[in-house]
């Protein structure tokens, strides 16, 4: 840790180690709720459960970013965070609207809007956080006076994620209106900015632990925020087959979404190559892992799963079915949890003391998540080719085609136990080390690096 500021980062990953947690527990309580009977009915019905796993996922997800951007922001810009303060109020304030959702939800308590559930007075404080944590960014950045392309990449990815959430802040009585706009935040967040907010942090981790020159990692990343703009806004329409809007919405929909991989093929590839060119000289081998194992997983999940269906033809019998579930999963995990922990996993040394190269349990805990997020991918695929069969194909019930796929569900639950084991590994692993805010006066990640170019890292012209 060069920053003392950058202390702030780990309360945050620790905030967001125990939401990881408690995600999982309640997927694990949606998953056997398939298999019934469900003692939990009266309780916990499968509504409340799975809106709570989805809403986890995103406040978890969102406090890893928030923390890794306070990780990265005062190296980047060579400087102490704007008000430490105001990051942690911001913190205990984003805490607790997430807490109180929970509960909310747990007493039926929610807007209703799949993934943005969140009640009024919740979606206000999201929307007060965010400014709060813009504001804190944009002061460091403005006073350090140094900005660079990876900042600006994931600062446009923040705050456009801001900005896009302001359409959920409205109610429409209107189902096709509501699901129109609804599309604006969650497709163009998950497709769209958040894939710059990724793209941020894949170009920070490769330039600092493959050496990778920073000027290459920064083109490319113009490249995926062109493609991602390019394929991303217009694919918004791969949701818009069936919602009750003019037919003309399909062909778009089919071309332009069909175009989305190219730009996580792209983030593979340049991923990929960094990390053949830097000789793996790094002592950090596990967030290597990450980042790397972050490229690549999105490609399969979002890149490859995401195009499995997303042609009108595919998507007319796979729409809302198990099928959906197994990209949602896939994706989201390769791209926004790998990402984060990623983060993590690079920090950690700095902040804990502990020695770089990685634990033995961090090891387990990437196999056994990446093995057992596979698992779940494969059942759910499974699960949903057989729901799509029996259910729209050969046009048996909803109930009575779930009681024939049982078998899936039963491979669902081995293998999210095994990705459960990975993941309490990895909190295990997080927590085992006190938190040690000791400075590091020597540039290390400079010192570390085992090839790439010094001088566009250090020159104060270009940067100035
Ligand atoms: C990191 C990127 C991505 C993430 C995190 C992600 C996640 C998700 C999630 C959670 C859903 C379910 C949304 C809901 O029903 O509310 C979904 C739906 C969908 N995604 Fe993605 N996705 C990503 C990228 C892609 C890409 C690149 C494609 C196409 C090439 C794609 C195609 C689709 C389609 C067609 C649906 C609708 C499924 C249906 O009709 O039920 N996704 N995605
Ligand atoms: C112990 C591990 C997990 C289990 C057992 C599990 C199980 C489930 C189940 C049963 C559902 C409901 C599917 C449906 O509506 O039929 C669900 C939804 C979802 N889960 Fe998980 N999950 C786990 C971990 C994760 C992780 C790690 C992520 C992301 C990083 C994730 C993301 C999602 C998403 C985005 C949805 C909504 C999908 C949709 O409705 O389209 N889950 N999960
Ligand atoms: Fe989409």
């Given at each position: 840790?060069?920053?003392?500021?950058?202390?702030?980062?780990?309360?945050?990953?620790?905030?967001?180690?125990?939401?990881?947690?408690?995600?999982?527990?309640?997927?694990?309580?949606?998953?056997?709720?398939?298999?019934?009977?469900?003692?939990?009915?009266?309780?916990?019905?499968?509504?409340?459960?799975?809106?709570?796993?989805?809403?986890?996922?995103?406040?978890?997800?969102?406090?890893?970013?928030?923390?890794?951007?306070?990780?990265?922001?005062?190296?980047?810009?060579?400087?102490?965070?704007?008000?430490?303060?105001?990051?942690?109020?911001?913190?205990?304030?984003?805490?607790?609207?997430?807490?109180?959702?929970?509960?909310?939800?747990?007493?039926?308590?929610?807007a209703?809007?799949?993934?943005?559930?969140?009640?009024?007075?919740?979606?206000?404080?999201?929307?007060?956080?965010?400014?709060?944590?813009?504001?804190?960014v944009?002061?460091?950045?403005?006073?350090?006076?140094?900005?660079?392309?990876?900042?600006?990449?994931?600062?446009?990815?923040?705050?456009?994620?801001?900005?896009?959430?302001?359409?959920?802040?409205?109610?429409?009585?209107?189902?096709?209106?509501?699901?129109?706009?609804?599309?604006?935040?969650?497709?163009?967040?998950?497709?769209?900015?958040w894939?710059?907010?990724?793209?941020?942090?894949?170009?920070?981790?490769?330039?600092?632990?493959?050496?990778?020159?920073?000027?290459?990692?920064?083109?490319?990343?113009?490249?995926?925020?062109?493609?991602?703009?390019?394929?991303?806004?217009?694919?918004?329409?791969?949701?818009?087959?069936?919602?009750?809007?003019?037919?003309?919405?399909?062909?778009?929909?089919?071309?332009?979404?069909?175009?989305?991989?190219?730009?996580?093929?792209?983030?593979?590839?340049?991923?990929?190559?960094a990390?053949?060119?830097?000789?793996?000289?790094?002592?950090?081998?596990?967030?290597?892992?990450?980042?790397?194992?972050?490229?690549?997983?999105?490609?399969f999940?979002?890149?490859?799963?995401?195009?499995?269906?997303?042609?009108?033809?595919?998507?007319?019998?796979?729409?809302g079915?198990?099928?959906?579930?197994?990209?949602?999963?896939?994706?989201?995990?390769?791209?926004?949890?790998?990402?984060?922990?990623?983060?993590?996993?690079?920090?950690?040394?700095?902040?804990?003391?502990?020695?770089?190269?990685?634990?033995?349990?961090?090891?387990?805990?990437?196999?056994?998540?990446?093995?057992?997020m596979?698992?779940?991918?494969?059942?759910?695929?499974?699960?949903?080719?057989?729901?799509?069969?029996?259910?729209?194909?050969?046009?048996?019930?909803?109930?009575?085609?779930?009681?024939?796929?049982?078998?899936?569900?039963?491979?669902?639950?081995?293998?999210?136990?095994?990705f459960?084991?990975?993941?309490?590994?990895?909190?295990?692993?997080?927590?085992?080390?006190?938190?040690?805010?000791?400075?590091?006066p020597?540039?290390?990640?400079?010192?570390?690096?085992p090839?790439?170019?010094?001088?566009?890292?250090?020159?104060?012209?270009?940067?100035?």
């Open positions: 840790m060069r920053y003392k500021s950058q202390s702030v980062a780990y309360w945050y990953f620790a905030a967001a180690m125990v939401l990881f947690g408690l995600q999982l527990v309640f997927g694990l309580l949606s998953a056997t709720k398939y298999l019934g009977p469900d003692p939990l009915i009266n309780l916990l019905p499968f509504d409340v459960t799975k809106v709570i796993h989805t809403n986890l996922l995103i406040v978890w997800v969102l406090t890893g970013f928030m923390g890794a951007t306070y990780w990265l922001v005062p190296e980047e810009s060579r400087t102490e965070i704007h008000s430490v303060k105001l990051a942690y109020i911001q913190l205990g304030l984003w805490l607790l609207m997430g807490v109180t959702a929970v509960i909310g939800y747990l007493f039926g308590y929610g209703g809007n799949k993934l943005l559930e969140q009640p009024i007075p919740h979606k206000i404080t999201i929307v007060v956080v965010m400014l709060m944590f813009l504001y804190n944009g002061m460091t950045i403005k006073k350090s006076g140094r900005f660079t392309t990876t900042e600006g990449v994931l600062l446009l990815g923040l705050g456009s994620a801001a900005l896009l959430y302001l359409p959920a802040l409205l109610h429409y009585s209107n189902y096709t209106v509501s699901i129109y706009y609804r599309w604006w935040t969650i497709h163009l967040w998950v497709e769209g900015v894939e710059m907010i990724q793209g941020g942090f894949l170009a920070y981790l490769l330039i600092r632990l493959t050496g990778a020159d920073r000027e290459v990692m920064e083109k490319w990343l113009y490249v995926i925020v062109g493609l991602v703009f390019i394929a991303g806004i217009l694919g918004t329409a791969h949701h818009y087959y069936w919602v009750g809007v003019p037919a003309y919405w399909l062909p778009i929909g089919g071309i332009f979404s069909a175009l989305e991989p190219v730009a996580l093929v792209g983030m593979a590839i340049y991923a990929y190559s990390l053949r060119r830097s000789g793996l000289a790094h002592p950090n081998k596990l967030a290597l892992h990450w980042t790397l194992g972050s490229a690549v997983f999105t490609l999940g979002a890149g490859l799963l995401g195009f499995a269906h997303t042609f009108p033809s595919v998507n007319k019998w796979t729409h079915t198990l099928i959906t579930a197994m990209h949602g999963h896939a994706a989201f995990y390769g791209a926004y949890a790998m990402i984060v922990l990623a983060m993590i996993v690079y920090a950690l040394p700095s902040i804990t003391g502990r020695k770089e190269g990685g634990s033995a349990a961090g090891y387990w805990s990437f196999w056994l998540q990446l093995g057992g596979f698992g779940m991918t494969l059942s759910f695929a499974t699960a949903g080719i057989g729901q799509v069969y029996l259910e729209r194909i050969l046009g048996l019930g909803y109930l009575d085609t779930q009681l024939k796929i049982q078998v899936h569900f039963l491979m669902l639950i081995a293998t999210a136990s095994i459960t084991v990975g993941v309490v590994l990895f909190i295990y692993d997080f927590f085992r080390h006190a938190p040690r805010f000791h400075l590091e020597e540039d290390d990640d400079l010192k570390d690096r090839t790439g170019n010094l001088r566009a890292e250090t020159d104060p012209v270009k940067y100035g």
